[in-house]
């Protein structure tokens, strides 16, 4: 089964998404937290699961509202059961990667 990454407000949900199926269909199975915590990324979330650090286990991209900045939260748990524990944004150089927003 895919999973999706759902905006909403400001947390971010992850929902099955069934593969194949010409109307998607979601059901919710939980608000995302990173160490404890709702994960909260402000207005606007953008989110991505991609395997960003190549480990095998898909991470968090998220980019974000304020600033036009992306956060990388990498995912310590397993594909099926994520677990985000700290987060840093996506840097170049020593700046916090900036893209358009608004
Ligand atoms: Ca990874």
Redesign the pocket.
Known sequence: MRRSLIPILSSLLLVPLLAGADIPSFTAEGILYCDGVKLNVGSYAAPLA??????????LICGQYENGQIRFY??VGTNDAPVFDSWSYLMDGAQPISVPYG
């Open positions: 991609v395997d960003w650090d190549g480990d095998g286990r898909k991470d990498p995912n």
